[in-house]
């Protein structure tokens, strides 16, 4: 049983997944308590058949709070994650703020729940395009070290949090109804249209997205020259990232290997009917656990037979968000 | 000026926008003849300010044709293409029926207009996301030869035609307003969803449509052997298609020759404002003859400097179709 527990950020996209997915996994914990800010305070929210009320995030929520699970943002994150560690309480953090700090893990169950045991109070939840490509690489690593990884994104408007989703639906509504599109959360029209990710780009000529799939996957894979490069687009999805993933292997790797690897691997289905010619999809990864891996096929262009092609869709507010912070606080509960 | 032309699928997507670039680009012609099925004959299209009645394409639709442009799939070219080249008429096919004929110029006019020279009465015009990969690379190729490409798309509704860019719009509204979802046209909803290009898989593991991205460039460089691997997607987007390149040249590279070749090269518009935040959109492309490119960087994971990020988005039905194949025609007749 998890002992008394916080949610901050409680009536936000993740954290209202956060929720669901405590009550679906039917974990016991004393209390919990819902945290956000002066404007949802109030609001009720049933979790397990409790009606707990919103309320709001302060220096003095977390005396008694053992684990506090946090999602409202990067700032929020740098205020509140150390007064909560110095009241004793153990922080799973979904923002990127401690993230690449040596001294906070970074962990995906599946891939390195031993980083657990080096924590100080602060646990890094890593980005969601890191997640979902990392449970789909990292088995196959295990088997023959990837020397580099392509990837493209096909990030959901999900990332960018519940008004981002909404802005997607209302101005996909307007579009078609001919009215006037005015983009709110993200920067461009999001509706019938995709765009670079929206995160400032740095003098290497990657934005922030991409610049976190590189490092967090070293960080979390422990090899910190591991050659990768990405490029993150955001498009009218609602919920789940889908991700194009090249791979370069230490020695030639074949599909039939791979797709050997990931069938029964831990968070993993294999989506890869040829016949049907149906593979993974955002509309069948929303709510679902596991990442989908599929159009496994040999690489063409890499004729020493070193090269396999991927690709996934993940649900970026469980396995990509929400679940993992889950997985964490069960690894370090049980 | 032209002799007389023919449109054949005038009322399809291709079609109608070959209509209007012929008006736009204030082409002189003799007579017009616009060509479909016996469904949509009859039907009265506005060119240029004649008001012209759809024909039925029949076996005597070519007598005194100069030139026709097909864009009536591959079932239409394989029976009239040779019909109208024995009436003497040259055509301009823009099915894949014909693109990997070794008698059959395929080209792009900005890469390989001399290959032009070799038709016997029929040219291919390439499959679109080929065409606007190929404008981006071919300047940097002549340059630095390109050593391997690795291609993700995020392709539109449009390349499958007027019907499928108004399942687009139809599902959409349908999914908005909670009624049920009937993917008719494309074989999985296509509404804040995505999936694998739909057209079989061959053995090697490619789709049909990366396969032509993968046989097509090597035809139209003139690079039998290039390291080309594709991954093609369908997105929810109306009729640009985007494209993340990631690719490897023969030399290092910088970002700074790149935009330099690329800015001014024809066809090309490289929009790569990082301040703002603006890259290739496919909302911008469309409707413009130009492949827009941005994000344009070093790749980070190849470290001897060899390798180049790109993002481009080009109109599919403009420069993917029925623009070029109005530029071959302009070419031939020039």
């Given at each position: 049983m998890i002992e008394n527990l916080a949610i901050v950020g409680a009536t936000g996209a993740v954290g209202q997944e956060a929720c669901k997915i405590l009550a679906q996994r039917g974990l016991e914990f004393g209390r919990l308590k819902l945290l956000a800010s002066r404007r949802s305070a109030g609001k009720r929210i049933s979790v397990r058949g409790r009606d707990i009320a919103v309320e709001v995030l302060s220096?003095?929520?977390?005396?008694?709070?053992?684990y506090a699970i946090f999602s409202a943002g990067g700032g929020q994150s740098r205020k509140f994650a150390p007064v909560a560690v110095e009241a004793g309480c153990v922080v799973i953090d979904n923002?990127?703020?401690?993230?690449?700090?040596?001294?906070v893990p970074l962990v995906v169950p599946e891939i390195n729940?031993?980083?657990?045991?080096?924590?100080?109070?602060i646990i890094a939840n890593p980005n969601c395009s890191t997640i979902v490509m990392n449970v789909a690489v990292w088995p196959l690593h295990q088997i023959n070290p990837v020397r580099r990884i392509v990837v493209s994104t096909y990030q959901a408007a999900s990332g960018a949090g519940a008004v981002a989703m909404e802005e997607l639906r209302s101005q996909t509504a307007d579009y078609l109804a001919g009215r006037e599109i005015k983009p709110e959360v993200f920067p461009h029209p999001i509706a019938f249209n995709l765009f670079s990710h929206n995160t400032p780009i740095d003098e290497g000529g990657y934005n922030t997205e991409e610049r976190k799939m590189i490092d967090e996957t070293r960080k979390i894979f422990h090899e910190p020259d591991m050659a990768i490069t990405a490029t993150c687009i955001r498009v009218p999805v609602l919920r789940a990232h889908s991700e194009s993933v090249n791979l370069t292997f230490e020695r030639p790797m074949t599909p039939d290997v791979v797709r050997k690897i990931l069938?029964?691997?831990?968070g993993i289905e294999v989506v890869d009917d040829v016949a049907a010619n149906r593979f993974p999809m955002p509309i069948d990864a929303s709510g679902r656990d596991e990442v989908l891996v599929g159009r496994?096929?040999?690489?063409?262009?890499?004729?020493?037979?070193r090269g396999i092609e991927l690709f996934l869709s993940g649900d970026q507010l469980r396995k990509g968000a929400a679940l993992n912070a889950i997985q964490i606080l069960e690894r370090l509960t049980s």
């Open positions: 220096e003095a929520s977390f005396d008694g709070v053992d923002s990127s703020t401690f993230r690449m700090d040596a001294e729940p031993g980083d657990l045991k080096t924590h100080r109070g069938t029964g691997a831990p496994i096929r040999q690489d063409a262009s890499q004729p020493d037979g």
